[in-house]
């Protein structure tokens, strides 16, 4: 089945720009070994899986921020993986598996950056856990000074 009609058939007459946050394009053929019918109106999109569809570019992929998991295994890939940090920047879970990807050091520098990018988002995290226990901590006082007063 074409990718295209593949992602139709998945939307179920939705829009894309509807909740979708999982779709499925497992064994669909690419167009010339490239994502055909895959744009950035995806917005809430969170899990990609398209294994063994004979994706060789990475040139077409749009840039989808939400995006979380992608799964690319037994396909044509063998370079351009770097797109791949640029285009999905909360991306936890990559699987490359069955691929034709022959230099490692590209698949280093994209853990690399995923990495880091992992870890400013736990800085993030644990900054913000860090102001709201403080916030809590003064309503709490300003609490305790209420209940003073009122005895």
């Not at 139709?8 to 053929?29: A, F, G, I, M, Q």
């Not at 004979?54 to 749009?62: I, T, Y």
């Not at 351009?80 to 034709?100: H, I």
Request: proline fraction near 2%.
């Amino acid at each position: 089945m074409e990718m295209k009609k593949r992602i139709n058939l998945e939307l179920r007459s939705r829009v894309p720009e509807e909740v979708v946050t999982e779709l499925v394009l497992d064994n669909c053929l690419c167009v010339n070994g490239e994502i055909e019918g895959l744009n950035d109106t995806f917005k809430e999109l969170e899990f990609l899986h398209m294994a063994n569809v004979e994706l060789s570019s990475l040139a077409q992929l749009p840039s989808l921020n939400k995006l979380q998991k992608l799964e690319f295994s037994d396909n044509m890939i063998s370079e351009g993986l770097e797109v791949l940090a640029e285009k999905y920047p909360n991306l936890t879970y990559l699987n490359l598996s069955g691929n034709k990807i022959k230099d490692l050091s590209t698949v280093e520098a994209l853990m690399k950056k995923m990495m880091m990018t992992a870890e400013e988002g736990e800085e993030e995290e644990e900054e913000e856990e860090s102001l709201q226990r403080e916030k809590r901590k003064r309503d709490g006082e300003d609490d305790g000074e209420e209940d003073d007063r009122s005895f």
